[in-house]
């Protein structure tokens, strides 16, 4: 597509049920980035795929957030037993760069607000 | 570990003034990336500009211009004769060896509004 795709834009869910939220990026694009945005906290860094890497999930807050990325293309961000501090805007993000070869232009979705009552 | 300071939460100004939006950032890589980003209230973070840590050229596209300083490791953003249409919030970003020069450490932004 012409841009970054996110999905749903909203999302209101239960404490404690799970989430799903979805990226597909910009075709073409081998970099594919996760980023959480919340009040106070400002943009977090979440996860990154590379291509065909193990992905960094360095940014990963807890070990109910998890992410896939099938065939180098859609990825999917899923948050188990969501808590209401999990409330936010997640924001995909895709580019061209390879890790390492420079500082990396990123396109950004709308983003996905997540509200967790 | 790197680290971006937007010290200004908020800023308000007239339609047609100039305003500045101060970025401060700290690494210990001599070679490293800033960026700024806008985001309207629509939501998606629009990218604005990339400079590299070795070009400390100042650059003007327009009504922007940014003022990159490594003695002072800041990175302003300057807008001229503001518009409406400027509101959003403006994030500043770096990316460093820490990060594989991929991932994006941003500041906590500045909401810029611009009244009539």
């Known amino acids: 597509g012409a841009g970054v795709s996110q999905s749903p834009s909203n999302k209101v869910t239960e404490k404690g049920k799970d989430v799903e939220l979805r990226c597909d990026p910009i075709s073409g694009h081998t970099a594919l980035y996760w980023y959480r945005q919340s009040l106070g906290q400002g943009l977090e860094f979440l996860i990154y795929f590379q291509g065909n890497s193990a992905p960094d999930k360095s940014g990963l807050p807890s070990d109910r957030f998890s992410a896939e990325r099938t065939g180098g293309s859609v990825s999917t961000l899923t948050i188990q037993r969501t808590q209401q501090e999990d409330s936010a805007v997640y924001l995909c993000?895709?580019?061209?760069?390879?890790?390492?070869?420079?500082?990396?232009?990123?396109?950004f979705g709308q983003g996905t607000r997540l509200t967790v009552v | 570990a790197q680290k971006v300071t937007q010290a200004q939460t908020e800023i308000s100004v007239v339609e047609k003034e100039d305003v500045t939006l101060d970025c401060v950032y700290e690494t210990r890589d001599t070679t490293y990336y800033l960026f700024w980003y806008k985001q309207p209230p629509s939501g998606e973070l629009v990218f604005l500009i990339r400079?590299?840590?070795?070009?400390?050229q100042n650059e003007i596209s327009g009504r922007y211009s940014w003022n990159f300083q490594k003695s002072t490791s800041s990175f302003n953003f300057t807008i001229t004769a503001s518009q409406v249409v400027d509101s959003a919030v403006y994030f500043c970003a770096l990316s460093d060896m820490n990060s594989g020069y991929s991932t994006l450490t941003f500041g906590k932004g500045t909401m810029l509004l611009v009244s009539p």
């Open positions: 400079r590299n840590s070795f070009d400390e």
């Open positions: 993000a895709s580019s061209l760069a390879r890790a390492g070869a420079g500082g990396t232009e990123a396109f």
